[in-house]
């Protein structure tokens, strides 16, 4: 049940977005956009709240309680900037803002991988709180394994996420080579 829970929050999740962002851009109601992504949290909460019930009933700590804190964790780092992202997008496609910039290359594109990297430690370190808080409400230590590899597959994924980061600090990305029809065409434009 709770297995089916986390994906119903992840399309609700989805869901949310897309309305609040065509509420926004398409309808041209912002302030109700506004109000249905402010909804989203809400979705963690039940989650939360399903979990703990869960276990409080006696449910055997397994997976899906591990995946429950995970998504949580997850949904911690990185949701608001994925509405962000996604919201900058939709300004840009259907509101007529101005195009986001991307992450770049080099030195810019590496300070962006830190930061995401930064997001995936938030995202592990409430994921690992959970998980520690569940394993102290279960109180039995064999019954609260599930929950324990969960939190070694947490701090795995963090720390492969900081070798990619590095990766992009160690081995910069170059910018693809100008096409030199684009850039007669720039220069044109810019009257050069």
């Known amino acids: 049940m709770l297995v089916a829970l986390v994906i119903a929050c992840e ?9 609040g962002l065509t509420l926004r851009y ?44 995970l998504y949580i964790g997850y949904t911690v780092g990185f949701g608001h900037y994925t509405v962000k992202w996604l919201d900058g997008h939709a300004a840009h496609r259907f509101g007529g803002g101005p195009k986001p910039p991307g992450p770049g290359y080099g030195k810019d594109r590496a300070r962006h991988e830190w930061k995401l990297w930064l997001r995936t430690l938030v995202a592990a370190a409430v994921a690992l709180g959970l998980l520690q808080l569940g394993v102290w409400y279960v109180g039995d230590a064999a019954a609260a394994e599930p929950l324990r590899g969960w939190q070694s597959a947490a701090l795995r994924v963090a720390g492969i996420h900081g070798l990619i980061a590095a990766s992009y600090t160690l081995f910069p990305r170059k910018a693809p080579a100008a096409d030199p029809v684009e850039a007669v065409r720039e220069r044109a434009r810019n009257g050069r």
């Open 26 to 69: 398409v309808a041209k109601r912002p302030r109700l956009g506004a109000a249905v992504l402010l909804c989203e949290p809400l979705l963690e909460l039940v989650l939360l709240v399903a979990t703990v019930v869960d276990l409080g009933r006696g449910g055997e700590p397994s997976w899906s309680h591990g995946l429950a804190a």
């Open 11 to 19: 399309i609700g999740f989805w869901v949310l977005l897309a309305v």
